[in-house]
Nanobody, 120 residues
Framework: QVQLVESGGGLVQPGGSLRLSCAAS????????LGWYRQAPGKERELVAV???????NYADSVKGRFTISRDNAKNTVNLQMNSLKPEDTAVYYC??????????????WGQGTQVTVSS
């Protein structure tokens, strides 16, 4: 079991920055792929960035060059640094821990979400 708690959301002006943090409890944090997803009103949840267990990273095209995901396995945290924010980045952001258990079997854990609003 992994419990995830996000923090760091809020209201920011276009062009500003925010840093989201996700603290995890539970064991073997390092074996999970850790990701940030977001869901805007009326839209489906989408992947923003992922830090895989092998430390590789991947980003949605819409945030490349602006967002940076980082993880600290010793502290059981994963962060999302968001720069040059745009109004279209407004959404509830969710932390995710994902692990493939076997062929056709996987497990996902989610945080409760944190609101990010980009508006002047």
């Amino acid at each position: 079991q992994v419990q995830l708690v996000e923090s760091g959301g809020g209201l920011v002006q276009p062009g500003g920055s925010l840093r989201l943090s996700c603290a995890a409890s539970g064991s073997r944090f390092s074996i999970y792929d850790l990701g940030w997803y977001r869901q805007a009103p009326g839209k489906e949840r989408e992947l923003v960035a992922v830090s895989a267990s092998d430390s590789s990273t991947n980003y949605a095209d819409s945030v490349k060059g602006r967002f940076t995901i980082s993880r600290d396995n010793a502290k059981n945290t994963v962060n999302l640094q968001m720069n040059s924010l745009k109004p279209e980045d407004t959404a509830v952001y969710y932390c995710n821990a994902h692990r493939v258990l076997a062929v056709g079997r996987q497990v996902d854990y989610w945080g409760q979400g944190t609101q990010v609003t980009v508006s002047s």
